[in-house]
């Protein structure tokens, strides 16, 4: 009762300290995780269970609306081209940082576990060949169900964008379909919020058994490394963010205030699919079209990744450094390019930044061992980069809005204010 008095943005990050004590007071008990890993795990099989059913259901009736293939496509091209750009940026911005901090440099290289390499190597070599052409490739579903069941974005994205054209090309006959696609999208952001009342609890486990496990202790060794990826995640998403929603006429801070729970969320779970839901709905409420939210959000959760490419770059570097390979400005022209590819051609892939790394460091000549240092430490990393990767995507629908003269000045203002009242 008396954390109903409290919002949700509190409730999480009660729940984020509490796992961190508690997870702190029974490091190296393996007993803990039994009693903790359920919560988390239940959360995010609930996140996953609407996410699919919450694309579907908004992306067919975002495009109906639009009903034109042309304009559909127009926005296709803005989008992926805006989402190169940004990535693109965030790739030379991480190498920056890395330049700068050199937070591989002194590393004690006798605290390296060359054996723990094999088992990221084991778990990703079925992916690892993984192209940019097939990316494209396997856009197109052999079988929807069978990527609705694997949960795979591209593929449900592509085959919505299509049934969505055709809902709209059939007319009055199609209005049915509509509006049963309508209400499905509303009941599942009914769902939603119910589901994210479980958030405190689900969020408490997570963090709790990873605390656990690894210490708080364990980013000592690595704290440079830590150091680094978190100013270097600030600094881009308030310099370059912040001039991107300067120069298209909105605000950074508005951004950050309206998906403050979601944002808390992202952070604590490491994972951007918790976010998804109610970014969606708040971003429609804060003035982007219903076509362009359902459109780009789900898009970006493959292709407009900010905060993954940053850590990337940061962690290909910071190998380097460790092994003591000085690496010239060509070589980090090639691993800009390198990375640019890498990172498209894995889209959708689990574990997807490790599968960038390894795919990436072998082809700049970085010893692939290195990742074994960072794997005790990534879920720490993972938790900044999901948060930027978050702010990233919502910014981009707020920007293809503008972009395409649709947003609503007037609804985003309101909103504002209701959001800035509830506080």
């Known amino acids: 009762m008396i954390m109903k008095k409290f919002g949700l943005a509190f409730q999480i990050l009660f729940g984020l300290l509490l796992g961190v004590i508690v997870g702190a007071i029974f490091y190296g008990n393996p007993t803990i995780e039994s009693y903790l890993k359920p919560a988390g795990d239940i959360f995010i099989r609930l996140i996953k269970m609407i996410v699919v059913p919450i694309v579907v259901s908004s992306l067919i009736v975002g495009v109906a609306g639009v009903g034109d293939i042309k304009k559909?496509?127009?926005?296709?091209?803005?989008?992926?081209?805006?989402?190169?750009?940004?990535?693109?940026?965030?790739?030379i911005f991480g190498l920056v940082i890395a330049n700068i901090f050199q937070p591989g440099a002194g590393i004690n290289m006798a605290g390296l576990a060359k054996s723990d390499i094999t088992k990221y190597v084991e778990a990703t070599k079925n992916v690892t060949s993984h192209s940019f052409a097939d990316t494209f490739v396997n856009i197109?579903?052999?079988?929807?169900?069978?990527?609705?069941?694997?949960?795979?974005?591209?593929?449900?994205?592509?085959?919505?964008?299509?049934?969505?054209?055709g809902v709209a090309a059939i007319g009055d006959k199609g209005k049915p379909v509509l509006s049963f696609f309508q209400g499905v999208a509303e009941s599942m952001f009914w769902v939603t919020n119910q589901i994210m009342k479980f958030a405190p609890i689900g969020v408490f486990g997570l963090i709790g058994v990873t605390v656990s496990k690894f210490g708080v202790g364990s980013l000592i060794p690595l704290g440079k490394l830590v150091l680094a990826v978190y100013?270097?995640?600030?600094?881009?998403?308030?310099?370059?963010?912040?001039?991107?929603?300067?120069?298209?006429?909105?605000?950074?801070?508005a951004i950050v205030r309206i998906l403050k729970d979601e944002l808390i969320l992202a952070y604590s779970t490491a994972s951007s699919e918790t976010a998804l839901p109610k970014m969606m709905e708040k971003m429609e409420n804060f003035g982007v079209p219903k076509a362009i939210t359902s459109f780009v959000i789900p898009t970006g959760y493959s292709f407009n990744l900010d905060g993954s490419t940053l850590y990337q770059a940061i962690a290909a570097l910071f190998i380097a450094q460790m092994y003591g390979i000085h690496m010239s400005i060509s070589s980090q022209i090639m691993l800009v390019l390198v990375l640019m590819l890498t990172s498209k051609g894995i889209a959708g892939v689990?574990?997807?930044?490790?599968?960038?790394?390894?795919?990436?460091?072998?082809?700049?000549?970085?010893?692939?061992?290195?990742?074994?240092?960072?794997?005790?430490?990534?879920?720490?990393?993972?938790?900044?980069r999901t948060v930027v990767n978050v702010i990233g995507n919502s910014m981009a629908a707020v920007v293809m809005a503008k972009w395409e003269g649709q947003y609503d000045k007037n609804k985003g203002k309101k909103y504002l204010e209701s959001v800035k009242q509830a506080a």
Do not use: H, Q, W
Request: proline letters at 3%; one cysteine or more; aromatic letters at 10%.
């Open 140 to 165: 197109v579903p052999k079988n929807i169900f069978e990527s609705l069941v694997a949960g795979d974005m591209l593929a449900i994205i592509f085959f919505s964008v299509l049934f969505g054209l």
């Open 231 to 253: 100013i270097g995640m600030f600094l881009f998403v308030v310099i370059v963010l912040g001039l991107i929603a300067k120069f298209c006429g909105t605000s950074l801070m």
């Open 350 to 384: 689990p574990g997807a930044s490790f599968v960038v790394l390894l795919a990436t460091l072998g082809s700049v000549g970085i010893p692939l061992e290195g990742l074994a240092f960072i794997a005790g430490i990534d879920r720490i990393l993972d938790m900044a």
């Open 72 to 91: 559909l496509g127009r926005l296709g091209g803005k989008t992926l081209l805006y989402f190169e750009i940004v990535t693109t940026i965030a790739i």
